[in-house]
């Protein structure tokens, strides 16, 4: 009955989701082996015949990953993810970019990562950033997606120019962060690759760490398809730094100014009012923390965070939801806040916890 009700409110937001209006983001893809390498656990990686999509397995031996082949100043980072299905407590999938290898103490990064869940209970997205190793001042927003993950591919897409750092869901932006002077060194700022990963945090991901990876519902699989990479290739990323290089990328090389200038006027990183009000729409029905209303973290929220009254009264002050969300659904009574979550989660928890004992006794 409950996980009915779960099924029934998910289809509805699919269709929902569908009818964004907003112009679908038109970028070239590519094949893996045209920008990107295997990173970890290359026995884990599997690309399909026409080496256009690429899985990244986590089981018992290990979790996978991939990286760009090249770094970027400043880019489009986007891809088509199918995340695993059934029971994922404890599994995280993580599409971000990063130059912790070349900038160990002053990295910047930019995420999108999924946190796995128990059966039942539906995946979260969380979205980061650091710049020049800001990483005492984590910047995390977290949302309910309004459609399945794990049954079709839906298209992320991380957005960088020097004035503003986008996160899209599909066609819609569901977070941007305008460079702000007060940001400081806080807002990326040097040449970053793109990583893909699945891995095991048992120790954190689901509610604190209390649902650990259970390798029973492995392998993990997490799909990638519709590579994109847009933006200034950084051959030479110690270099550029300073600005002012040229971009690798053959037909979308050239002088690095032009090619920040063309990414900025691309139709992504245009925010037109339609966007904005539809990011507003899926923020208000899907973000359930944000680290600028997180008052207990942050007493004064950091300079970039648009503080919303609209937004603000739905926030307790440790930056988490007031309330239970609400799912619209065909059938409104069966579709009650946490109540049917509720049922679901205490079902599959002691299975979990049923699962995990056999597994220790095994041990
Ligand atoms: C997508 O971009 C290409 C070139 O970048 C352009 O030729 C094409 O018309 C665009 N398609 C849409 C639907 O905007
Ligand atoms: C980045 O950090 C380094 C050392 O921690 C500092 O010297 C530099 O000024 C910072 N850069 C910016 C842009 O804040």
């Known amino acids: 009955m409950a996980a009915g009700a779960v099924a029934a409110a998910t289809a509805l937001l699919v269709l929902a ?29 599997l690309r399909s015949a026409d080496g256009r999509t690429v899985s990244l397995l986590l089981d ?26 059934d029971y994922t407590a404890g599994v995280v999938v993580a599409f971000y970019t990063s130059n912790g290898d070349v900038f160990e103490k002053r990295h910047d990064e930019l995420d999108f990562e999924f946190l796995g869940n128990i059966r039942g209970k539906p995946w979260r997205v969380q979205t980061n950033l650091y710049g020049n190793g800001s990483v005492g001042r984590g910047r995390e927003e977290r949302y309910l997606l309004p459609f399945d993950p794990t049954t079709e591919f839906h298209r992320y897409s991380i957005l ?3 004035a503003a750092v986008a996160f899209y869901v599909d066609d819609v932006p569901v977070r941007e962060v305008r460079r702000s002077p007060a940001m400081g060194g806080d807002f990326p700022s040097k040449p970053m690759s793109l990583y893909a990963t699945v891995w095991d945090a048992s120790t954190w991901a689901t509610a604190g760490g209390r649902y650990r990876v259970n390798y029973r519902y492995g392998p993990f699989v997490a799909s990638f398809t519709d590579l994109a990479l847009v933006g ?18 053959g037909g979308g090389g050239g002088r690095e100014e032009e090619v ?18 539809a990011m507003r729409r899926f923020r208000e029905q899907n973000m359930v923390y944000s680290y600028c209303y997180d008052t207990r973290r942050y007493p004064a929220a950091l300079p970039e965070c648009d503080v919303l009254e609209s937004e603000r009264r739905r926030f ?19 579709s009650r806040g946490g109540g049917g979550g509720r049922a679901v989660r205490s079902a599959a928890a002691s299975r979990a916890v049923a699962a995990a004992k056999k597994r220790a006794a095994d041990m």
């Open 17 to 45: 989701a569908a009818v964004s209006g907003l112009p679908a983001i038109n970028v070239t893809t590519m094949a893996f082996d045209e920008g990107y390498a295997p990173l970890f656990g290359h026995d884990n990686i």
């Open 60 to 85: 018992r031996s290990t979790g996978s990953g991939f990286i760009s082949s090249s770094m970027y100043h400043h880019g489009l980072f986007s891809a088509s993810i199918k995340l695993p299905s």
């Open 160 to 162: 960088w120019t020097p």
């Open 232 to 249: 200034c290739r950084a051959d030479d990323p110690i270099r550029m730094v300073a600005g002012g290089g040229v971009c690798g990328g």
């Open 260 to 277: 920040v200038a063309r990414l900025r006027a691309s139709d992504v990183a245009v925010m037109t009012v339609e966007k904005l009000q």
């Open 316 to 334: 307790k002050d440790t930056g988490r939801l007031r309330f239970a969300m609400r799912r619209r659904g065909p059938r409104r009574g069966s």
